[in-house]
């Protein structure tokens, strides 16, 4: 279970690397990597995390990286991650934007798009199942998933607000369930 910042640095590099299709795609890397492999973090974590990072202004993939680091290893560990995952993210952006300017209108191109948006879909699924497994696991948390879902789906709300508002409901609910098994 080494915990060294060259060893923080290096898996997120590796998740940076493979982090086609943005910060959603990241919960199942770190659930490889960080959960399963070294349990840094346990799963029940990765959620809250993922939660959080959010919630907070910023890329998501960053954000969870940094409070992820932060969690193995302080500040210093959120250094390193964020550095694992920022680094491979700009080298590949870079050389992309280079091709891309020269190569982004020929159809094959554009072939390859369309096959990487669908492959990011189902790891967006996938990521949604898994979340799902976790998160709604009660009555309460099916009665908000239906409001929120309904909120979203026919108010024009900010999802920053829901979700802080999400957070409240859940800390009232659970004074509430409190209370009542006093």
């Not at 990286?65 to 964020?82: D, E, F, N, P, S």
């Amino acid at each position: 279970m080494n915990k060294s910042l060259i060893e923080i640095f290096k898996i997120f590099f590796i998740i940076g690397i493979q982090l086609l299709g943005g910060g959603y795609v990241i919960v199942p890397l770190l659930k490889k990597y960080i959960v399963d492999e070294r349990k840094w973090i346990t799963d029940e974590e990765l959620v809250d995390l993922y939660a959080i990072s959010q919630c907070i202004p910023g890329i998501i993939a960053a954000n969870i990286a940094t409070i992820t680091g932060y969690k193995i290893k302080k500040l210093q560990g959120a250094i390193a991650a964020i550095m694992g995952i920022v680094v491979p993210s700009f080298i590949i952006i870079l050389l992309f934007a280079m091709l891309l300017s020269n190569f982004a209108n020929l159809e094959i191109v554009q072939a390859a798009f369309k096959g990487i948006r669908t492959a990011v879909i189902v790891l967006v699924i996938l990521t949604v199942k898994d979340l799902w497994k976790k998160s709604v696991n009660s009555i309460f948390t099916y009665i908000l998933f239906s409001i929120i879902l309904l909120i979203l789906l026919f108010c024009k709300t900010s999802p920053t607000l829901v979700i802080i508002g999400a957070g409240f409901s859940a800390i009232f609910y659970s004074k509430i369930k409190g209370v009542k098994n006093a």
